[in-house]
């Protein structure tokens, strides 16, 4: 089965730095790749996602990178405030497989 | 308004005990699912229905069985509760298809057992 391993597992960055979080998958067929954000104490909420037929995808000061061929995604987040701090996670699922394998999730922290 | 609601929110009990929780959602998905987040955060993926079949069943205990009376709605039922079985647990759904797949988590039931 697939298996979803994402770096690092607690990063701290200074407002405005920006902030990158990285995942690697094993199943080649997979070909969804959403990426999730979850307050404290809420509900994870996707804020981004990307297919395998694109290798970038950008809104606003989130964007999300894919190689295929390295099997790896990154999460990037430019100008950081503090309202993004929270746990983000990546995930990994192939078209109507009704199943996402989840990475272990990354706890950004955003210092003002 | 709400798109996926779970009841209760919290459920305090005691070891040994049974109880359920229940999921409900409005976006018409065809697809539902539970997660159990623990202490560490990890969001593991523990069943998911499509059209009321089940179609993943990741290793859980048979303590613990789900049931979709119909599209809209997941119950979980865990019997003989253990103090491992405290977490937070998730209800999502989503709608399958060649462009959609985001899921869309509820609020989320803390179970606590003593």
């Known amino acids: 089965g697939e298996n979803v391993e994402q770096h690092p597992s607690t990063l701290s960055v200074q407002e405005g730095d920006s902030a990158v979080i990285k995942c690697t998958y094993s199943d080649s067929a997979s070909n969804y790749f959403p990426w999730y954000k979850q307050e404290l104490g809420k509900r994870p909420q996707l804020i981004i996602d990307?297919?395998?037929?694109?290798g970038e995808k950008k809104d606003q000061r989130i964007a999300v990178t894919l190689n295929k061929t390295a099997k790896h995604f990154s999460l990037h987040i430019t100008e950081t405030q503090p309202e993004d701090s929270a746990v983000y996670f990546c995930?990994?699922?192939?078209?109507?497989?009704?199943?996402?394998?989840f990475g272990d999730g990354t706890t950004l922290t955003v210092k003002p | 308004d709400t798109a996926v609601s779970q009841t209760p929110k919290y459920l305090v009990t005691q070891m040994g005990n049974d109880k359920s929780i229940k999921c409900e959602q409005n976006?018409?998905?065809?697809?539902m699912y539970w997660y159990k987040q623990d202490s560490k955060k990890f969001l593991k993926i523990m069943f998911s229905y499509n059209n009321k079949e089940l179609i993943i069943n990741e290793t859980v205990p048979n303590r613990f069985s789900p049931k979709s009376p119909d599209k809209a709605h997941l119950n979980l039922h865990i019997n003989s509760l253990e103090l491992g079985d405290s977490a937070v647990y998730f209800c999502?759904?989503?709608?399958?298809?060649?462009?959609?797949?985001?899921?869309?988590f509820g609020p989320g039931t803390r179970l606590l057992v003593l």
């Open positions: 976006l018409g998905h065809d697809t």
């Open positions: 990307i297919r395998s037929n694109v």
């Open positions: 999502a759904s989503s709608q399958l298809s060649l462009t959609e797949e985001t899921q869309y």
């Open positions: 995930a990994a699922s192939y078209t109507n497989a009704g199943k996402s394998t």
